[in-house]
């Protein structure tokens, strides 16, 4: 079946400017996740989806990072006003419930100018 | 707090020869355990995991990992390292009691020499 899609694979942008990043789940994935990876890094946690509702985003960095799940399936990561440090590659990753394997994307490759 | 340390940055092996990637863990109690591979501009895939049981797992593509609560490890193995096994090697904690987050090491860079 079809896996973790994101949308777009890569993302050139401008200081300042608004960015959506995209992610499908696997079909009947309750739980999805973001992480962020730079360069040399594990992916780090940003914020957890059960559902609709965001049950933990204790990892977002600040107020211009916002995700949302509206209908439970597909979410959107948001960036506001971004900045060159938010470059890094952005994963998506689901799982039937949560706190048990997760299934990755492959990931936007964010690039801030 | 919870931690994962994958102390070898960068391992070189010849083809053929056996592998061994180290995964150190600090944790309170026993998280569920997951190794992923990364290779250059794909999404993490699953090699193995762990969640209780067995302490020696299997995993595709002929890979292991043995649980060592003692040593709070959980180290992957291959006795045979092929060409294509060359990526980016990640292990990760997770499971009920870290919340409802992973934590991944810093990873280990694997070069596979003819």
């Known amino acids: 079946g079809a896996g973790v899609s994101q949308t777009p694979s890569n993302k050139v942008t401008e200081k300042g400017k608004y960015v959506e990043l995209r992610c499908d789940p696997i079909s009947g994935h309750t739980a999805l996740y973001w992480y962020r990876q730079s360069l040399g890094q594990g992916p780090e946690f940003l914020i957890y989806f059960q559902g609709t509702g965001a049950a933990d985003d204790s990892g977002l960095p600040n107020d211009r990072f916002f995700a949302v799940r509206p209908e439970g399936s597909v979410s959107t990561l948001k960036i506001q006003r971004t900045e060159r440090g938010d470059s890094a590659v952005y994963l998506c990753?689901?799982?039937?419930?949560?706190?048990?394997?997760?299934?990755f994307g492959p990931g936007t490759r964010l690039l801030v100018l | 707090a919870q931690s994962v340390t994958q102390p070898d940055i960068h391992i070189t092996v010849s083809e053929g020869a056996s592998l061994e990637l180290r995964c150190n863990y600090s944790y309170g109690a026993t998280p569920y355990l997951f190794w992923y591979v990364q290779s250059p501009g794909q999404g993490l895939q699953l090699l193995l995991k762990?969640?209780?049981?067995?302490?020696l797992v299997q995993g595709i593509k002929g890979f292991e990992a043995e649980f060592k609560r003692s040593q709070s490890s959980f180290n992957l193995r291959k006795p045979s390292v092929h060409w294509s096994d060359a990526a980016e090697y990640f292990c990760a904690v997770g499971g009920p009691n870290t919340g409802n987050q992973f934590y991944f090491g810093t990873g280990t860079s694997l070069t596979v020499i003819p």
């Open positions: 990753a689901s799982s039937l419930i949560s706190q048990e394997t997760q299934y």
């Open positions: 762990y969640f209780s049981g067995d302490t």
